[in-house]
T-cell receptor, first 110, second 114 residues
Framework: GQSLEQPSEVTAVEGAIVQINCTYQ??????LSWYQQHDGGAPTFLSY????GLEETGRFSSFLSRSDSYGYLLLQELQMKDSASYFC???????????FGSGTKLNVKP | DAMVIQNPRYQVTQFGKPVTLSCSQT?????MYWYQQKSSQAPKLLFH???????NEADTPDNFQSRRPNTSFCFLDIRSPGLGDAAMYLC?????????????FGPGTRLTVL
């Protein structure tokens, strides 16, 4: 089976940097994705790591260490619109299956 | 714009009354997924299709069925909805090859069971 852990809630101020961690236990692993979901909205894709290391996409970066079963999402220059829930998702060895963590609610304050 | 469409956006049904949720896509993706998401919880994978190949999750209740008559459309049938089935149901697609990891989600259908 799959088990993912994320902090339930994080608060930060506008302009700051925040890191959201994700640890996982899985019977088969192919990669780690990150999604953003605003209240009432659908998840939207942010980033994916198939290999160890850092992937950077604008203000967002994601990191993976497969040996530690650990990844994180780094958000820089926080903006109010970044207030949302962030989910990590394990891509299964059957590379078409994805299992989501419980999500981290990010509150950005002025 | 290419997209994933779900109808209806809001569905109200009565306890035990069958209901069907629909999803269509213009992305021509091979894989279509159904997720259930309850308030403040993770999206939970119910099943997915790779083309017409159906893949059920072991813990998906028998009450939930799915059909994919063609590449573009996929349906979620809930045969006898219970109060515990009230949730947001999300449809998603992906290309289905190793090199492409992104899933594209529809806006969801919020199901209320009275």
């Amino acid at each position: 089976g799959q088990s993912l852990e994320q902090p339930s809630e994080v608060t930060a101020v506008e302009g700051a940097i925040v890191q959201i961690n994700c640890t996982y236990q899985t019977s088969g692993f192919y990669g780690l994705s990150w999604y953003q979901q605003h209240d009432g909205g659908a998840p939207t894709f942010l980033s994916y790591n198939g290999l160890d290391g850092l992937e950077e996409t604008g203000r967002f970066s994601s990191f993976l260490s497969r040996s530690d079963s650990y990844g994180y999402l780094l958000l820089q220059e926080l903006q109010m619109k970044d207030s949302a829930s962030y989910f990590c998702a394990v891509r299964d060895r059957n590379f078409n299956k994805f299992y989501f963590g419980s999500g981290t609610k990010l509150n950005v304050k002025p | 714009d290419a997209m994933v469409i779900q109808n209806p956006r809001y569905q109200v049904t009565q306890f035990g009354k069958p209901v069907t949720l629909s999803c269509s896509q213009t992305l021509n993706h091979n894989v279509m997924y159904w997720y259930q998401q309850k308030s403040s919880q993770a999206p939970k994978l119910l099943f997915h299709y790779y083309d017409k190949d159906f893949n059920n999750e072991a813990d998906t209740p028998d009450n939930f069925q799915s059909r994919r008559p063609n590449t573009s459309f996929c349906f979620l049938d809930i045969r006898s909805p219970g109060l515990g089935d009230a949730a947001m149901y999300l449809c998603a697609t992906s290309r289905g090859d190793r090199g492409q990891s992104e899933q594209f989600f529809g806006p969801g259908t919020r199901l209320t069971v009275l």
